[in-house]
């Protein structure tokens, strides 16, 4: 069969935040670029986001300041961040921001008319943009409208609406293909048709997302299968940090069906609290060392910050999330767990109905809708859940590019932001300037290139047969496959782990490895999930192994890695980065590399009192 | 391909569903209700627009007020006017009648109950409507409901008058059940009147910038309350009128004729 | 707590097809879109389904179930008796690419005809200020999903294809009045949605507020307030006056 051809500057794969950011901004460089996402347009899992966007904009308190967000954004990942990334982040994120509003987003306002901000776990100020619980979706709804816009501009000067940014809806890409070591282009299916599809293309960006699908309790959609990591190793570049996975500690328990789904962390931040089944608010006995004089030691104080939070410090319930995932991890398996496994959070005696309603409008309908309770009369149930991955491609911070030339990613595929746990609020700010900077970095390398890279036909005949194959085979139905390593995920590297454990994991993975060789996809090519999912199943599978076999290595516990068997976080794995790389794809290797120092400017921004809990002496010798 | 622009349109089609509808539920039941409480305020109009028992003191039935032929009695006439002189040989109801069934028969709600129950276009959601073409509200004579709002304006004088009438009542010593009937009636009439759609956009819909505006935005959060129940008061003051109306044509016959009537 | 539940799930490819018969496991607390998921894991591994957060906010999973359109993911199967056959077809108005899928691009198109927002030329980013109230008209219209459902149940076009080229949709209707609400759109937006978009064929009829998994008033907070700014420019002379001696701007 015929093989579908494009020829594009830039193809962005993925269009969630990051995506649809990393196209607007390779467009306005003048550069023809193609968006292809396994979606429909607009469909992507930024629409889950639900609390904001963090940036110091000081709208709300203007002691807030790019150094501000920078040190509680380092704090939040225990210093593991890659620091010139965080850097960046904090100082472009209001821009970013008030970008956004010039394209015809709107956020919730303050008194005076600016964009209001809220209070978020982590973050030392209000500090994040939002629209009641819906950011996420304004946002990808706002970058939706620029492409649109951007196609009205292309349609004025050329007469044709995708003259320049054309977006491939429903489109799977399954490898990307290189001319000697850069980029040349992407191989996919269209999912409708399953017909075949090449992209010739000297750069591509990744924008794919998370790999949450690996786990059976998860906040994620089916979409996050951790293609744009698997892509990306297969191409020869590295990922970093995969062993950090946030469990969000607030996530559904009950019904079944949508155990996971997510409850924002606005309903802890505007005065819900977290009780267990003795009715005990029990955040309290959880504070951390290195947290204790941030943080309410009684309940008086905690509810008083609510309205004065100069002169009080603020409540246990917004820790950092790792912090409370684990607390309420704790408190299920001690017996303290509400009837469905969770635990209760209890806004309605904490705020009129009429206010949770206005505040809270998707998380009062999504009880409502999905467990039947209503949130403004009785607690709800949650429980953590599988929520991002802090780990990802490793990129140049300032242009997003990874180790193969012509490659960028952007967004939660990519890896160092966050170091070993992600602020809430961080996610979106994330999206929004890394997806430009990448964007940007992909324009500069088109420029800079003297000869455009060849798709060459070899690696287009290897890919269609990998593509093609479980359609061909009449084995295991890949469901099967997908649901154990899920399990297996979820009950050995999940949220509290073991060395013992990971073992059984991985060896479960190398079982599961020669199985999918063997999955069978019955039917045609059109529109059939079962042979998408079969497809998908590499994917998660190269991940899990990154994840598991990182997990493996890190003997301490910090951020969103929580070893059992070495509870304490040590100074030394501080500077260590776990590096996966894989040369055919059959397995990954993972080694260790040293973490670069941070610059002396942005160190001087600390407390040394607060340095030295995180780093080990030789560093604070400086 | 599921682009954002498509490309084969000859192979695409719909699902050939053969049926109407695959709705299960009793789709059917609140249209035929709305068709019969429709029809049952046109049925009785007619009545009441031929009937001559509109007025006995205090009372003026809200269907013929005002009453503004010479054929009047003495104290039914509107302020004492009689402009429509002896050469005038219809029911003086005739005269008024346009502007409430103007209004009513414009009105956005009622637009929906009678293009849904009537017309059946479409008869509930998703059941397929009977009809080969539809041009909805863009041409002749159909464009014309764009006129609501003028209907809107006559609705105020409407409403006045048939306060005007209670307060009437009101005044006279001792007040009978009918005067409460028709302030009642009054009341919602005004419900009903001030929720419009029109009403809310003149009073604030239009306006871009609320804050700028404060009365007007105060007004239009009054509006849109009333408006949001537009339904509601729609069916209520419908009924309350052909209920006052009813009332007053009955004591006027001596159908009621206790003491406190 | 569980028990076998009849489904007749519509199978075929571009139009074609018939309605199929299925018994299915149905677990407390489940929604459709889950067994429709069983029947993928057990019956009918390719059977085509559009889904993706499961949490009714992303609007991909729009199809018809029980001749009503709703979102697949938020329909409890507790709402339905046990005995009760469950029929789920893909959404009518919109042509099928396989069994529950349709081809939306229709949506797309007239998305794209809808012209952007547009600020004054003067105004910078970080700039804007907004007051609340100004803005919470059209902050109700964005929390729509884009499930397409209003779309797909108006019967403007559900029953008549001959409308699609007029009509761009309860939708796409509401993106207008998103934006001729905005407090800092210059656009001229209403004369341009009675006759580009299509506004005068809306019989107020009020099936997109019915079927809007948001619970937005398409109708009474959008279209009637666009038709009513439609008036004012196009057949109220009144206005159409006072604003020729008064000279004032439309706002």
Redo the contacts between chains.
């Keep these: 069969m015929e093989i579908e051809r494009h020829d594009y500057d830039v193809v962005v794969i993925g269009a969630g935040g990051a995506g649809l950011r990393a196209a607007i901004e390779a467009r306005q460089q003048g550069k023809r670029t193609a968006i292809v996402c396994k979606s429909l347009f607009g469909k992507a899992h930024t629409v889950m986001a639900e609390g904001g966007a963090a940036a110091a904009m000081g709208n709300v308190n203007s002691d807030d300041n790019w150094m501000v967000h920078f040190r509680d954004t380092m704090r939040g990942g225990k210093f593991l961040n890659n620091w010139r990334m965080a850097e960046l982040h904090a100082k472009e994120a209001p821009d970013r921001v008030w970008e956004l509003e010039a394209w015809g987003a709107l956020f919730d306002r303050t008194k005076d008319g600016k964009i209001s901000q809220r209070n978020f776990g982590g973050h030392e100020y209000p500090r994040l943009a939002h629209v009641g619980d819906r950011t996420g979706l304004e946002l990808i709804r706002t970058l939706q409208q620029r492409v649109v816009a951007l196609q009205q501009e292309d349609y004025e000067t050329h007469g044709d609406y995708e003259a320049y940014i054309k977006v491939f809806a429903e489109c799977t890409v399954t490898r990307l293909l290189k001319d000697g070591d850069a980029i040349s282009g992407a191989f996919g299916y269209w999912r409708e048709t399953g017909n075949l599809i090449v992209f010739d293309a000297p750069t591509v960006v990744l924008a794919t997302g998370g790999i949450g699908k690996s786990y059976v309790v998860t906040s994620n959609s089916w979409e996050y299968t951790g293609d744009g990591h698997a892509l990306a190793l297969l191409a020869g570049a590295k990922l970093i940090n995969m062993e950090f996975i946030q469990f969000h500690p607030t996530g559904m328990v009950w019904p079944p069906s949508v155990r996971g789904i997510l409850v924002t962390e606005s309903v802890r931040g505007d005065g819900g609290v977290l009780r267990n089944s003795e009715g005990k608010r029990f955040m309290f006995d959880y504070i951390p060392e290195v947290f204790k004089d941030k943080y309410a030691t009684s309940e008086e104080e905690a509810d008083r910050w609510y309205t004065d939070q100069a002169n009080n410090r603020r409540p246990p319930e917004l820790l950092p999330r790792d912090e409370v995932a684990r607390a309420i991890n704790s408190e299920v398996k001690a017996g303290r767990g509400s009837p469905q496994g969770g635990v209760f959070l209890d806004v309605s005696t904490r705020l009129p109905a009429e206010e949770i309603k206005r505040r809270l409008p998707s998380m009062h309908h999504q009880f409502k809708e999905l467990a039947d309770v209503d949130i403004t009369t009785e607690p709800m149930q949650v429980g953590p859940t599988c929520h991002y991955i802090m780990g990802g491609v490793e990129v140049d911070a300032d242009t997003g590019a990874a180790a193969v030339p012509g490659l960028f990613a952007a967004g939660e595929v990519s890896g160092g932001m966050h170091g070993s746990n992600r602020l809430g609020g961080n996610s979106l700010s994330d999206l929004l300037v890394f997806g430009r900077r990448a964007g940007l970095g992909a324009s500069d390398y088109i420029n800079g290139l003297k000869v455009r890279p060849k798709v060459s036909e070899a690696s287009v005949e290897s890919a269609r047969k990998e593509a093609l194959a479980p359609l061909e085979r009449t084995g295991e139905n890949p469901y099967e496959v997908h649901q154990e390593l899920q399990r297996s995920m979820n009950d050995l590297v999940g949220i509290i782990r073991k060395a013992g454990e990971i073992s059984e994991a991985l060896e479960v993975i190398e079982k599961l490895k020669e199985r999918v060789q063997l999955v069978g996809a019955a039917g045609n090519r059109i529109y059939n999930p079962g042979w998408h999912l079969a497809l998908d199943l590499r994917n998660m599978l190269l991940v899990s192994e990154c994840v598991a076999k990182a997990a493996l290595l890190r003997e301490e516990s910090r951020g969103g890695h929580t070893r059992d068997d070495f509870p304490v976080m040590a100074a030394d794995w501080r500077r260590k980065l776990l590096v996966c790389s894989t040369t055919d794809g059959s397995g990954v290797t993972v080694v260790e590399q040293a973490q670069p120092e941070m610059r002396q400017d942005l160190f001087d921004l600390f407390d040394r009192g607060e340095l030295k809990k995180y780093l080990t002496e030789e560093e604070m010798d400086r | 391909m599921t682009q954002t622009t498509p490309e084969s349109p000859v192979r695409r089609q719909r699902a050939q569903v053969t049926v109407r509808t695959l709705r299960t539920d009793r789709w059917w039941l609140q249209p035929l209700l709305t068709f019969l409480g429709l029809a049952s305020f046109l049925v009785y109009s007619f009545w009441a627009i031929f009937n001559n028992d509109y007025f006995v003191d205090p009372y003026i039935a809200p269907f013929s007020s005002p009453c503004l032929a010479e054929s009047c009695p003495e104290g039914a006439r509107f302020l004492g006017f009689a402009p429509f002189g002896d050469w005038y040989a219809l029911p003086p109801a005739l005269l008024i009648l346009a502007f409430p069934a103007g209004f009513r028969f414009t009105c956005y709600y009622y637009r929906k109950s009678y293009y849904r129950s009537f017309w059946l276009s479409p008869a509930a959601c998703a059941v397929q409507e009977p009809h080969g073409k539809y041009t909805g509200e863009t041409r002749f004579p159909l464009i014309l409901q764009n006129l609501h709002r003028y209907f809107f304006y006559a609705a105020i004088a409407v409403g006045a008058i048939l306060t005007y009438d209670a307060i009437l009542a009101l005044i006279h010593k001792p007040a009978g059940l009918g005067t409460y009937i028709l302030l009642a009636n009054a009341v919602l009439i005004w419900c009903y009147t001030l929720g419009c759609h029109s009403c809310r956009s003149i009073t604030g819909g239009r306006l871009n910038h609320f804050s700028r505006h404060p009365v007007r935005y105060k007004m239009w959060q009054l509006v849109s309350k009333l408006n949001a129940k537009h339904q509601p008061f729609a069916w209520a003051s419908m009924f309350s009128v052909m209920i006052a109306d009813f009332y007053v044509r009955l004591v006027a016959m001596g159908v009621i004729s206790f003491s406190f009537a | 707590m569980s028990y076998k539940a009849k489904f007749r799930v519509?199978r075929?490819?571009?139009?074609?097809?018939k309605l199929e018969d299925f018994t299915v496991e149905v677990?407390?607390?489940?929604?459709v879109l889950?067994i429709i998921h069983r029947l993928?894991?057990t019956q009918a591994?390719?059977?085509?389904?559009?889904?993706?957060?499961?949490?009714?906010?992303?609007?991909?999973c729009s199809m018809?179930i029980?001749?009503?359109?709703r979102l697949g993911c938020?329909t409890?199967m507790?709402t339905f008796t046990e005995e009760?056959v469950i029929?789920v077809?893909?959404m009518?108005?919109?042509?099928?690419?396989?069994?529950l899928?349709c081809?939306?691009?229709?949506n797309?198109?007239k998305?794209?005809e809808v012209?952007?927002?547009t600020?004054p030329k003067d105004?910078?980013?970080?700039e804007?200020?907004?007051?609340?109230?100004?803005?919470e008209r059209?902050?109700e219209f964005?929390?729509?999903?884009?499930c397409f459902m209003c779309n797909n149940?108006c019967?403007?076009i559900?029953?008549?294809?001959e409308?699609k080229a007029a009509f761009s949709g309860p939708r796409f209707l509401m993106r207008i009045a998103e934006?001729?609400?905005?407090?800092y759109?210059v656009a001229d937006r209403q004369v341009s949605a009675q006759e580009d978009h299509?506004l005068?064929?809306?019989?107020?009829?009020?099936?997109c507020t019915?079927?809007c998994p948001?619970?937005i008033k398409i109708t009474?907070n959008a279209l009637?307030?666009m038709?009513?700014?439609?008036?004012?420019r196009?057949?109220?002379p009144l206005v159409w006056l006072g604003n020729k001696i008064f000279k004032r701007s439309?706002?």
Aim: hydrophobic share 25%; charged share 30%; aromatic share 8%.
């Design positions: 519509w075929g490819e571009g139009g074609e097809g677990n407390e607390g489940e929604v889950d993928q894991a591994p390719d059977l085509a389904v559009r889904w993706n957060c499961k949490a009714g906010k992303c609007g991909s018809e029980n001749g009503k359109p938020m409890r507790s009760e029929t077809t893909p009518r108005t919109f042509p099928v690419i396989k069994d899928v081809d939306v691009s229709f797309y198109q998305a794209r012209p952007s927002f600020p105004v910078r980013p970080g804007y200020r907004m007051k609340q109230v100004d803005v059209s902050q964005r929390k729509c999903i884009e149940v019967h403007v559900r029953d008549h294809e409308n934006l001729d609400m905005h407090p759109d299509g005068g064929y809306c019989n107020i009829t009020k099936c019915e079927v948001e619970h009474d009637i307030p038709k009513e700014r439609v008036v004012d196009k057949y109220d439309s706002s």
